[in-house]
């Protein structure tokens, strides 16, 4: 039986102990039913960072369509899920669990979210359906994000990530920022202590957004941007707080997917203008517009709007350095954007492990409606989710990964724990560094090896408790590929 197999197993057991008491409600009986049905949903990644860090731009990148909104609506102040759906809809829940179904309107391409009267405030869930093949990976949730000047929606993006009471709704976080700011460090800080207590996502990937107009946009590439990621790695003040962190252009994604012929011809001829015109054009939106060109206004216009002058600059570059048409600038946009990457981690640190992930934040869940209802009836069970959350190895890896970052250890030793401990993937291969087909013969030596190199690492003197866990734990995993 599986990990997800015990847990759903629990809260069945919790159920039906829970249902043979008077007291309780179906509203408790309809939250664990939330609980049991969140094993069979998509992984929850939430986008978190600042106001305008670009969360929903990325959202919509990693989904491919604009269905999150960024203009400065009253939906851009609420929590929203994406989800995946058959078709597109949107239900909002308000004022003490009320139901309405919203309008799907699409206008240029661009899904359009209107609350109609209701406020804000009174806004307990939005959430948007669509078919996606990343909403059939992923649950996406984009929060409104901090901001010092905003405090209605500082604290509803605070309230869903690090809640007071019970534990955040979301498995893992992506989190933006654009430059190393002290309220980014803070929210990290508190994102961590949160998961540490158990009661936050665990898995945090870091991102340096935006990563277009890193140096406002010069260079006309995204060199400036990987520096930058290189250097906030070992920044002293984020030491502990992240294991990744990945520049991206979440814009440049974008439009690289929903890029338009008539976009592409005017870039195309924007390229063209010899060059001391195309500078002096480009120095900024009023001035393109001013200038005496054979390119129709409205079509300026658009590019404008979509681009911005920074993503204007890159595609004529890309276009410049061959990309002659437009699926060859949509292609370049893309790998350009950092958004591969992106995927290729989230699917690395979260796809492989969603099972568990999803799992111990099922019996997180669990854990805390049994001890707001305590009752003699479920003692056994209580015990026994205290007891799975303790033994299982799966979640003590999960766990230890997530403090990986703040360990004070060598990087080496931080990036062999980090494999070991499957935080790259879960096979014996990943974890051990072997190439796949290596031998089963081979694999048990070299996790022999492993086991008597952590053992050696353990008897280190002045060894602080929580890297002495971590390498115990390294040996259990070792000991784990040698049985199977
Ligand atoms: N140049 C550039 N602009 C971006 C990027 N991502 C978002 N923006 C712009 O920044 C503003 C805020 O973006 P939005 O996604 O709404 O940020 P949010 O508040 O974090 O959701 C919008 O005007 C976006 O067009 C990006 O990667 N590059
Ligand atoms: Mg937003």
């Known amino acids: ?5 015990l847990v759903r197993m629990l809260i069945h057991d919790a159920r039906s102990e829970l249902s043979a008491d008077p007291r309780i409600s179906a509203e408790i009986d309809a939250e664990l039913a939330a609980c049991q049905r969140r094993l069979d949903e998509p992984l929850r990644v939430a986008l978190a960072g600042t106001l305008k860090s670009g969360k929903s ?36 829940t308000h004022d003490g669990g009320q139901h309405t179904a919203l309008p799907v309107n699409r206008a240029a391409g661009r899904l359009r979210l209107d609350l109609g009267p209701v406020s804000a405030d009174r806004v307990e869930r939005l959430e948007v359906g669509w078919p996606s093949s990343l909403l059939d990976q992923y649950t996406l949730i984009d929060t409104p994000g901090t901001s010092s000047n905003s405090y209605d929606v500082s604290a509803r993006t605070l309230k869903f990530l690090t ?192 099972r568990q992930l999803k799992a111990h934040s099922a019996l997180r869940t669990l854990r805390s409606i049994l001890l707001r209802h305590r009752s003699p009836r479920t003692v056994r069970v209580f015990r026994s989710v ?36 499957g935080g790259r993937g879960t096979s014996a291969a990943t974890r051990l560094g072997l190439p796949p087909d290596a031998s089963p013969t081979h694999t048990r030596a070299i996790a022999l090896r492993a086991i008597r190199y952590w053992h050696d690492q353990l008897g280190e003197p002045l060894l602080d408790q929580p890297t002495a866990r971590t390498y115990q734990a390294a040996i259990r995993s070792c000991e784990a590929i040698i049985a199977s």
């Open 163 to 354: 809640p007071d009471e019970g534990s955040c709704p979301a498995d893992a976080i992506v989190y933006l920022m654009r430059s190393l700011h002290s309220t980014d460090v803070t929210l990290l800080r508190s994102l961590h202590e949160h998961a540490g207590t158990g009661r936050g996502a665990l898995g945090i990937i870091g991102v340096l957004s935006r990563a277009d107009e890193t140096d406002g946009g010069r260079t006309a590439s995204l060199d400036a941007a990987r520096q930058l990621s290189t250097q906030l790695r070992t920044d002293r003040q984020l030491a502990g707080l992240h294991r990744d962190f990945l520049p991206v252009s979440g814009l440049l994604a974008l439009r690289g997917q929903t890029l338009r012929q008539r976009e592409f011809v005017t870039l195309f001829q924007l390229a063209a203008l010899p060059p001391d015109v195309l500078e002096a054009a480009l120095v900024s939106p009023g001035r393109l517009m001013a200038t005496d060109l054979a390119i129709a206004t409205p079509d300026r216009e658009q590019l404008v709007a979509t681009f911005g002058m920074v993503g204007i600059r890159i595609a004529i570059s890309l276009i410049c350095s061959g990309a002659s048409d437009a699926p060859a600038l949509a292609t370049e946009l893309v790998r350009h954007s950092g958004l591969d990457q992106l995927r290729e981690t989230l699917s690395t640190r979260f796809g492989s492990r969603n």
């Open 57 to 92: 731009t990325l959202l919509n990148a990693l989904v491919g369509e604009e269905i999150a909104p960024t203009d400065a609506t009253e939906c851009t102040r609420v929590v929203t899920w994406f989800s995946r759906s058959a078709t597109p809809r949107v239900d909002l």
């Open 386 to 421: 205290d007891r799975l959350l303790a033994d299982n190895h799966c979640f003590t890896e999960l766990r230890l990964l997530a403090g990986l970052a703040a360990l004070p250890v060598p990087e080496p030793t931080r990036i062999a724990l980090d494999h070991v401990l």
């Open 1 to 5: 039986m599986d990990t997800v197999d």
